[in-house]
């Protein structure tokens, strides 16, 4: 049975860093891409970040570009989301999605169950 | 990036009910389209991918349609388990981008 689970989120100040975690099992980790997105409260969902198998293809959305960054270490069986410079814009559900590709080309057929990251001072 | 619009935003339907969710993207994905539905608390889950292809184990009365820049999900028959949240989704670029989605509620 495949399984995400994220780890890693909290309430932090405006301004500070976090370092958002996603084990994974029930796959070979290494043959698929994997993604980071985030749901603010109330609001729909909004791709924030994604990567290939080998971590040779990285993408990020504007709004978190130079902020965030995304890696993934296959010995671990891990995905992880750095996150600087918070804002309060930032605040959402954050859920560690699998690829159905191994270059980040498809669509999401599983799903962690997120990490909820608050920021505010 | 491209832009996916979704209507209606709000959808108030009977059990029984034939439903019908528009998607339209901003440029052409081709038939690189996904639909997901979430319910309140829990992960998004995928029912159609590649515009109109069932994915496995989702029943039978959804379905998918369009390619280029139109596309509908459609309830043949609603049931009270597909009382949710409905989104649609590009994945014809990296940079995946989301419909803003359509709650289909209880009329």
């Known amino acids: 049975e495949v399984q995400l689970v994220e780890s890693g989120g909290g309430l932090v100040q405006p301004g500070r860093s976090l370092r958002l975690s996603c084990a994974a099992s029930?796959?070979?980790?290494?043959?698929?891409?994997m993604h980071w997105v985030r749901q603010a409260p109330g609001k729909g969902l909004e791709w924030v970040s994604g990567i290939s198998w080998n971590s040779g293809s990285i993408g990020y959305a504007d709004s978190v570009k130079g902020r965030f960054t995304i890696s993934r270490d296959n010995a671990k069986i891990s995905l992880y989301l750095q996150m600087n410079s918070l804002r309060a814009e930032d605040t959402a559900l954050y859920y560690c999605?699998?690829?159905?590709?191994?270059?980040?080309?498809?669509?999401?057929?599983?799903w962690g169950q997120g990490t909820l990251v608050t920021v505010s001072s | 990036d491209i832009q996916m619009t979704q209507s209606p935003s709000t959808l108030s339907a009977s059990v029984g009910d034939r439903v019908t969710i528009t998607c339209r993207a901003s440029q052409s994905i081709s038939s690189w389209l996904a639909w997901y539905q979430q319910k309140p608390g829990k992960a998004p889950k995928v029912l159609i991918y590649?515009?109109?292809s069932l994915e496995s184990g989702v029943p039978s009365r959804f379905s998918g349609s369009g390619s280029g820049t139109e596309f509908t999900l459609t309830i043949s028959s609603l049931q009270p388990d597909d009382f949710a949240t409905y989104y649609c989704?590009?994945?014809?670029?990296?940079?995946?981008?989301f419909g803003q989605g359509t709650k289909v509620e209880i009329k």
């Open positions: 590649k515009a109109s």
């Open positions: 999605a699998k690829d159905i590709t191994s270059s980040p080309g498809g669509y999401f057929d599983y």
């Open positions: 029930g796959f070979t980790f290494d043959d698929y891409a």
């Open positions: 989704q590009q994945y014809n670029s990296f940079s995946r981008t």
